[in-house]
Each structure stands twice: as C-alpha cells, then as structure tokens.
C-alpha cells in the first residue's frame, strides 16, 4: 500500500496485455477520439468526420485493375450497406466459400432440406478477388461475389444467369481504425448489392454466421451528398459531366420535389470561382463545397423564391454517376472509382460500433 | 453371448442377494433380518430359479402348453412390473428373448416387461443388437427392441461399447420402418469421430428416397453442429422440439418401479435442439436485437480437424463445463453466448481478446441499430423486445461483473440523445457499470450530457441519476481495492489492473466524480427546495465518500461542499441530521487514521491541509450548533449580522438548532419534555438544559435509534460527567 502511494505508474501500452485492461484500453480509444467528436443528432461516431478531401483525379483504373472486373462494377446502380469487421475470414479460402454459400441459400430456400455441402445444385457462387483497389496496405482487397442460377432444363452449354451480385471493399480506409484490429479480423466495411433482396438476406445471413459479423444499411446524408456533388463537377473540365442535377424534397404539406438541373458548364464556373478562396490546388474543404452548394440554393431562390436549404437533399446525378440517400450508388464513369469509394468507404467505417 | 448363458446359479443368488440388501438399504433392519431368514429356510428363490430357466433352456423347446415355461415367465413379469429388474436378470431375459429360443411370440411378451430397476448393462443392448443383425426377428418386435432401447437408453450403465458398434447401428438406417429409431438413437450415440462423409452421404441419399423426414434432419443437423463444412441445412421451427418418446409401452410401470424405487434414476428422454426461446412478438423487418442461435463455426471446425474440440452447443452442464475446459469450442456468433449463463462462465475464463472484440462488435451493432441510427421499424421506445434485450445485457455485465466496451462507447453517444425517460433503470444501469473514466474526457463524455438531464428532469430521475453515480463510485472503488490487492501480490503483473491506470489517474478520475455529484447535488437541493428524498439519495453518496479510505484502501478523502452540508444539517427530518452525523464520524475515522499512517510511514501522500481545515470547520460548526447552542457569532461559517438577527424578533436565535429546537428534534425534545415531567402544563423547553435532564436527553435521543448521532457525540464530543452543561469540544484532527 505505502509503495504504491509513492511510486507513480506508468501506463501500460503492452500489446499482450489481458483482457480486462483490454477493454478499458478500447473506451480510452474512443474518449481520445471523442475530442473530435461532432454530436449531432443522428450521426454519432468515435471516427473523425472529414473536413477535407484530397481534389479527384482522373486515373486510368484499368492500369491496376482487370478491365473485366472493372467492368462488373461500373455502371450498375448498388444499393449499400456496412459491415462490421470480419473474423477470420481468409481470401485464401473464397473457393469454400463459394460451396458453403451455395449449399447455405440452396437449403435455406428449402426449409427441412439436409444439403450436402460441395455438391451440384440449383445455385451456384463465385467468390472472386478484384486485385488493386485496395490504396494502401491496410487496405483488404476487395471481393466479389456472383450468384448464377441454373436454369433446370437448360442446354448443357446455355450460359449460367447471374441473378445476384455484391461486393466487399475497403478503399483507404481510416489507418488508425484499421491498424486498432487483431489480426484475425478483416475489414471491408462497404458492401454493395445488386438482385432480389432475398438473395441479399440470405448472403448477409450467411456472412453473420460464418464470419460473426453484423451488417447494417448504409445511407448517404446531404453533406455527403454535397461533397459527391463537388467531386463531380470538380471533374468536368477532364471529363464531360454532361449535367448536373440535384433532387430536393422540401418539407411542405405534401411533401414537394424539386429536382434542379443546372448545365455542366455553369456548375463548374461557380465550383471554381469557390475554388480559388483555397489556395492550395489538392485539397478541397467542406467550405469550400457548402459554398458551391449555397451558390446554387441562391441561385434557385432568386428565381423562384424557394429556399432549398429548408429542405433535404435527397439525390444528386451527373452523367459521372448518380448517387441516392438511401444509399444507392452508380459509378458510371471508372476514372474516379477510387475517389467515391473512399468516400463511401468513410462513410461505412463512421457506422462501426467501435 | 456364451457367456450369458453359462450363468451358474451361484452367480446369480449372489448378485441378486446384493441387489436386495441394496434396494432394501432404507428399510427396516429387523425386516431384512427376517427376510434373510426366510429366504435361507427356503430350497432356493423361485425369481432366481425362474432366471435360471430362462438362461438354460433349450432353443426349440414348445411354448404352448409349457407349463414350466408359463409359471417362471408370470413370476419374471410380475417382478418386473412390480419391482423392476435386477441388471443380471435384464441381460438374462434380453438374451433370451432376441435369440428367439422359444419364437417372436416370447420376444415380444418379455420386451414388454423389461422394467430396469437400477440399471441396463450395456453388454446385454450391445449383445441383443448382434442378434438384430441375424436378422431372423419380425420388424415390428425390432421396433419394439429399439424403442425398449430409447426408454432405457439413459439408464443403460455405460455407452461406450454401443459406441464402438455405431457402424452396425448405422446400417439399420436404410430399413424404412427402422429408421426413425435408428436416427433417435444415432443421435444419442453420436460423437464427432461418428461423423464421417459416406455417412452424410448415405442419409442424404435417403432424404431424397423418403422425403424430409425430421428424424433425418434431426440427426443430420446434430452432424451439422460437429462438422458445419460437410452438411448444411435449415430447420424448420416446427421440427425445433426434437425427436418423440417412444416410451408409451413401459411408461406407467417405469414411473411406478421409479417412484418405488426413489426414482433414482430418470428415463425422461427429453432432448431439445433450439436453445434459442422464439420470442412470440410480432415479426421485426430487422432483427438485431435477436440473439443469434448457438452453432459451431466453419471456420475453425476445419482447422483443427485433428484436435478434439467440444462445441458450446453439447454443452449442458456445469460439471461438463469442467471435464472440457480444455477443448471447449466458441460458437460462430459470439452474441449467443449472452443467452447462456453457462456460456458465460467460460468466456469469463478463457480470456481471448478477439472473443470480445466479436461480442463487443455485436453488441455495438444491436445498441446502436436500436437506439442511434433507428434503422428498425421507427419508433425504438415501445418495443418490450428492447426492454427484455437490456434487462439481459444487464444482467450478463453483473454476472461478469464488468460492463462491456460496446455498452460504454454507446452509452457516451446516447447520452447526449437520451431523453431521460426511454428505458430508464436500464440506462443507468448499464451506465453505473462503465469502468473508469479518465479525468481528461469524463466531463465530455459523462458530466456534460449527464447535467443536461439532470437540471432539466424531474425529482425522481434526480434521484435516480445520484443513485446510479453512487453505484458507479462503488464499482470504481471495489474494482481499485480488488486490482490494487493483486498488484501488490505481484509487481510484475501491474498491467493486471481493471484500468490499466496510474493510482494518481484513478484518483484525479474518483474527484472528478465525487466533486460532479457535489454541484449536482448543491444545485439539485436548490431546485427541489431540499426535498427530504433527494437529500437521502445524496447522503447515500456521501456515506460512500466518507469511508474511501477505510474501506477501500484509497488515499482520498472529499467533503462534501457547503450545499449539501448544511442543507443536511438544518434538514426538518431528524433522519438526515443523524445521517449527517455519521458521515462525520466516519469522516473523522477516516482522517484521523490517514494522518496516523501518514506520520508511521513518512510516505507521503497528501489529503491536503485544506481537507482537514474543511472537516474542522464544518465540526465547529456542528458541535457548537447543536450542542453548545452557539450560532451566528463572528469568525464561524453563517455569520449574520446581529442587527439582523434582532429584526427577526427570534427569541435567542442561536438556539434555534441545538438538540432541543433544532426542526427534526422538536418532537423529541417535546416527547423527552413530557416524559420529564408529566404533569408541567406549560411547556419550557430550556429547562431541558439544565442538570440531569441534560445528560438524559442525549441518552434518550439515542435509545430513539439515532446511531449516528450517537457515533458522533460519543466520537467528537467530551462530555463531562455530571457538572458541565455545555459540552466541550472534543478532540480533533488538526493538521498541525
């Protein structure tokens, strides 16, 4: 007792150390982190909430990425959700993996039906991986999952439908956060769907029980909508973004659409005359976009003398992509895949429970 | 089987004679004595002499018209529906009712009667299954073999040599009328080693002969829980509950040889596969809140194949628990253990950090899906499902004693989007159980959303907050006083600690708490107008405040400030007052033996000067308030000027709190008045002051159960015998 009082300890950082002091060391993370926290209703995480982004640049994803590939994620519209980090899962194994999950939908659609796991059946499941999106090396490369039906009296070489599809993907995501996992756990926080919403239950399921993981649908907020918007026009003296429309619903009895397209030139011309309140070139700052997207509520009150920013922005689409908060997303164009993934990508981390 | 049949009389009379004298163990001695004696003067017991009829008889020997055969069976039969048999006498009559020596007639006739009264010996099945396989026997008498089998399966005395015949037991699965019993009992034999692929196999290709059958799921989906990579299946909730009784035939004798027998033994085959209780709510679009059910995971099923491993799922009870601590294997989803106590306890053991991390991640996920993002179906609040979700997760951190990461990082974030009412007791529960805060965000986290509530709610929930932050205080407390006994135990494992924190961390981290609570509860009082209530819950704090010391080992001691002190002792019920006075002595002891060590030791830790000016000063005050009847003077706490005092027109204003006038004693002093002198009309209640009532008024205040009170006179307050009326003032710790 008497020692103790004398001697001051210093704080223990062993990685090694038990459990109990574990889970103290985890809440001391999220009260580090909380000094940056910005408490607003609704969207409340231990992650830090960006407030500036690197200017997108046109790069030729094809370079890193199979073309093919690319081509299976581009133009598609996905409908999002997050998921938290998963346990060891090994991209070594997609190939049993691609069994487990057939025999999984083919007897979970057939309640009391005992199924064999690796044999033939109805459904069958590729798990692929879509090397080089990943951005840094914490980065987990991405991976893709097709689910193709069999058509029960096809010919024999009748291609193989695809009724499904979804992928797994982490693009720079935040280091800190990753670098805080053990190593049996993966993170790809984002996972984008695409087919009956019960093939997506049932692969969700699948990847809860095998993974112990939880999934949870991700919408994307105004400001992230705002910011998505900016990228875009951003853009377009490199690539022709052909338009630019924003989709408000206003809060009036009922409820009122206003959908505002403004000519791609134009757009650029007012991003750009807020462009150059920043001085250095790379990096855009959220005031930079809340000024670009108040330029074009003023524009549209002097006209009709409606305030916009009484409502919520509920979609935004040029012809780069076109993205809905509900969490729907379209990458039409594969240049800036890595910059809207990143995006999307902080916007799943942000949902994680610690 | 030779063996069985060379049964020698002597082995028999033997047997069975232990067998009596250990089922007549509980009954009268002198009735053994005589049965014993009878039992002598006869030639030989007929139920031995029956048996061994039936171990020697020929094979072929007629049935019709055999007498002989007749008598021994009616008294064979009526043994055993009375009294149940003898394990001897089991294998004896199995063997010769499946050897068929006198046709299926016999079989069947015996299978009917062949109530164990202890146990089966396995031998007897394992020999009664190799004539199964000579295949001479009706299918209907092998059903009933096989439901003889199920009925008495947990009375068979030991199963690993049935094990050890699982193949043969196997290859009666593709006889249709078979199989249901074929698969009941495979399930009860069956071990990892059992599964095997050619046996997947073989029962998928009878799914797909004779349908979904729940007795093939039902054995299948027990091959699931060892082996998750070779057979996968959904089952459907009707086919949850497990395989049927097949015991209709012997049920009423068994119950009755059970009950006559002190029911020892239970046959009650009772096997459930859905540990999960289907909650009978309305379907939920998402159901995080929904405890996963426990299954056995993929993932490291393949790759350990070799090492014996044993799933959560088989796990039952606690005596288990410990013959497989080494092997135990955690499910696929963590959230199901939340659901299992026995879970549980090993969690709480096997300290893996990455079991944790997977819990935490689930947890987080349900709380912050239900109460923060809202994704459900709208509103969270009315759902009973919450409610029954929070009670669990409450009662599983004070099973573990220790709140989960998940809980507090979402408890930091609903804080500030709580309404005070949602959930109430469950909320601050939950929030009484976060491990300690450090003192560079505690305000951020906890005081700041916390004081919002707290000034803005009503009496109750004031109350409720302290509460929580009294127990909160305490779990600190305990969790220093457990962690810094073991640190002391062992220097080198100081990362041991439950904060992993400096002693000066944890104490600046225990201040900032106990100095929260003081303006919560100095502006608290203020609001509420002193209410009697509140006050109570904050002195229940203080009370932990006071022995911090003493109690808990840790060098810190705190006052409480000014607006809880005197709104204590000014209180109008004299429960507070006495309350107030035995924090104080609590305080005292608390100072007074820190000051010893302090000065034994030389070490130095400082409770500061100013600790004990304050506690000095506020013992002035008490002792001269309430006993020397000295108040408002010049250089004390309250001065008021005298002028003032004047216009008041109070009679002697500093008396108004002594013993006597003070508020929450009045009724006393008027009680102890009357007492004196019964027959004084007119009240005077300064003639209690003086002389022998002076001494006697305290005595009775106490025999009035005011302990502390009396803790604190007696502790801070020389009284002299008889001669001096005002009392002096006792001695203190000083600081100098």
């Known amino acids: 007792m008497e020692e103790r009082n004398s001697t001051e300890k210093t704080p223990c950082n062993n990685a090694l150390a038990q459990r109990r002091s574990k889970s103290y060391r985890q809440s001391m993370r999220s009260c580090v982190e909380a000094t940056h926290l910005a408490y607003t209703s609704g969207l409340l995480t231990a992650l830090r909430i960006p407030r500036s982004r690197k200017a997108p640049k046109s790069r030729d994803i094809t370079k890193q990425v199979d073309p093919d590939q690319v081509a299976l994620l581009v133009k598609k519209e996905w409908q999002l959700s997050y998921v938290t980090p998963f346990y060891q899962f090994r991209h070594t194994q997609l190939k049993s993996y691609s069994k487990q999950l057939s025999a999984f939908i083919v007897s979970e659609k057939q309640q009391g039906l005992a199924i064999e796991v690796g044999q033939e059946l109805g459904f069958k499941v590729n798990f692929s991986v879509v090397l080089g999106l990943a951005e840094t090396d914490k980065d987990a490369e991405t991976v893709f999952i097709q689910i193709l039906s069999k058509q029960a009296f096809a010919a024999k070489d009748d291609a193989q439908k695809v009724v499904w599809s979804g992928w797994l993907t982490c693009v720079n995501g935040d280091l800190d956060y990753l670098r805080s996992l053990p190593l049996e756990f993966v993170s790809l926080p984002l996972f984008c769907t695409r087919g009956p919403e019960s093939l997506t239950v049932l692969v969700k399921s699948w990847f809860e029980k095998t993974f112990d993981c939880c999934f949870g649908p991700l919408g994307i907020n105004s400001t992230n909508l705002q910011w998505l918007a900016s990228l875009w026009t951003g853009c377009h003296p490199t690539i022709n973004i052909q338009y630019l429309k924003l989709v408000w619903t206003l809060p009036t009895l009922p409820p009122m659409d206003v959908t505002y397209t403004v000519h791609p030139q134009d757009a650029w011309e007012l991003w750009d005359s807020m462009r150059q309140v920043d001085t250095t070139e790379d990096s855009i700052s959220i005031d930079e976009v809340t000024g670009f997207i108040k330029g074009l509520q003023s524009h549209f009150f002097r006209h009709f003398r409606i305030d916009l920013s009484a409502g919520s922005l509920m979609q935004i689409s040029t012809a780069l992509g076109s993205s809905h908060h509900s969490g729907k997303i379209k990458i039409a164009s594969p240049n800036y895949i890595p910059t809207i993934l990143q995006l999307l990508t902080e916007c799943a981390l942000l949902k994680m429970p610690i | ?736």
């Not at chain 2, 349908?211 to 091959?223: D, T």
Request: with cysteine; glycine share 6%; net charge neutral.
């Open chain 2, 1 to 736: 089987m030779a063996k069985a049949s060379n049964l020698t009389r002597t082995d028999l009379d033997s047997s069975f004679e232990s067998y009596l004298s250990v089922s007549s163990r509980t009954s009268n001695r002198s009735l053994r004595v005589a049965e014993k004696e009878r039992r002598k003067s006869q030639t030989g017991d007929p139920f031995v002499l029956a048996l061994k009829y039936f171990s020697e008889v020929e094979a072929g020997t007629p049935c019709s018209g055999n007498d002989v055969l007749e008598r021994n069976l009616v008294l064979v039969e009526r043994v055993g529906l009375s009294r149940g048999l003898p394990p001897e006498a089991i294998s004896v009559m199995l063997d010769y009712a499946m050897s068929l020596r006198m046709g299926g007639v016999m079989c069947v006739r015996v299978l009917k009667f062949l109530i164990p009264a202890t146990v089966v010996p396995q031998e007897a099945v394992v020999r009664a299954v190799s004539w199964l396989c000579v295949g001479k026997i009706a299918i209907s008498t092998q059903v009933l073999f096989l439901r003889w089998v199920l009925t008495v399966f947990d009375m068979i005395d030991s199963k690993d040599h049935l094990r050890a015949i699982y193949g043969f037991i196997f290859s009666f699965v593709t006889e249709e009328s078979l199989s249901p019993y074929i698969c009941h009992l495979l399930y009860l034999l069956t071990r990892r080693e059992s599964v095997r692929p050619f046996r997947v196999r073989k029962l998928l290709d009878l799914q797909t002969k004779m349908g979904r059958q729940p007795f093939l799921l039902l054995l299948l989906s027990l091959y699931k829980v060892f082996y998750p990579e070779l057979v996968t299946l959904a089952l459907p909730s009707r086919m949850r509950s497990g395989f049927k009784n097949h015991n209709s035939t012997w049920k009423v004798a068994l119950s009755a040889v059970q009950k006559r027998n002190n029911g020892q033994v239970s046959s009650d085959i009772s096997l459930t596969l859905g540990l999960k209780d289907k909650t009978n709510s309305r379907k939920r679009k998402f159901h995080h809140l929904e405890l996963p059910s426990l299954s056995s995971s993929i993932q490291s099923n393949s790759s350990s194949r070799s090492r014996k491993v044993f799933p959560l799922e088989q796990l039952h009870s606690f005596p288990q628990l410990l013959d497989n601590l080494h092997c135990i294997e955690l499910p696929s989803q963590m959230g199901s253990l939340l659901g299992s106590s026995l879970a549980l306890c090993y969690l709480d053991y096997v300290q893996d950090d990455s079991a944790f991390l997977r819990l935490n991640f689930w947890l987080g996920h349900a709380l912050h899906e239900e109460f923060l993002f809202c994704s459900g179906d709208g509103g969270s609040g009315s759902s009973s499902e919450a409610l029954h979700f929070l009670n669990r997760l409450l009662s599983t951190q004070h099973f573990l004693q220790e709140g989960f990461s998940s809980t507090e990082g979402f408890l930091y974030k609903f804080l500030n989007v709580w309404d005070g009412s949602l959930l109430r007791p469950q909320i601050l529960g939950l929030l009484s159980d976060i491990p300690v805060v450090p003192s560079s965000c505690i305000s951020q986290l906890l005081f700041e959303p916390l004081m919002q509530l707290f000034f803005t709610s009503t009496l109750f929930f004031k109350c409720s907050v302290i509460d929580c932050l009294n127990s909160m205080l305490l779990k600190w407390l305990t969790w220093h006083s457990v962690y810094a006994l073991e640190d002391g135990l062992d220097i080198s494992l100081n990362s041991h600690t439950p904060m992993n924190m400096t002693l000066s961390g944890f104490m600046d981290s225990v201040m900032e708490l106990v100095r929260f609570v003081g303006r919560l509860a100095t502006v608290g009082l203020q609001l509420e107008g002193c209410h009697s209530l509140l006050l109570s819950f904050i002195l229940d704090f203080y009370e932990t405040v006071c022995d911090m010391f003493l109690k808990y080992g840790l060098p810190l001691v705190v006052m409480p400030p000014v607006g809880v002190f005197y709104p204590a002792l000014f209180a109008t019920d004299p429960v507070s007052v006495d309350r107030l006075g035995y924090i104080m002595y609590r305080y005292k002891k608390n100072l007074t033996s820190a000051k010893c060590q302090q000065q034994e030791t030389k070490q130095a830790f400082h409770i500061s000067r100013q600790t004990y000016q304050e506690f000095n000063h506020y013992l002035l005050f008490m002792v001269s308030c309430l006993w020397n009847s000295k108040m408002f003077l010049p250089g004390m706490a309250i001065e008021v000027d005298q002028e003032l005092l004047a216009l008041s027109k109070v009679p002697e204003p500093w008396t108004s709190f002594d013993l006597i006038h003070h508020p929450a004693f009045l009724g006393c002093a008027l009680d102890f008045h009357h007492k004196c002198w019964p027959e004084r009309k007119d009240i005077d209640l300064n003639s209690i002051k003086a002389g022998k009532q002076w001494d006697w008024y305290p005595e009775f205040l106490f025999s009035q159960g005011f302990q502390g009170l009396q803790q604190f006179v007696q502790s801070s307050i020389n009284r002299r015998s008889a001669a001096g009326i005002n009392g002096q003032r006792g001695s203190q710790p000083t600081n100098r």
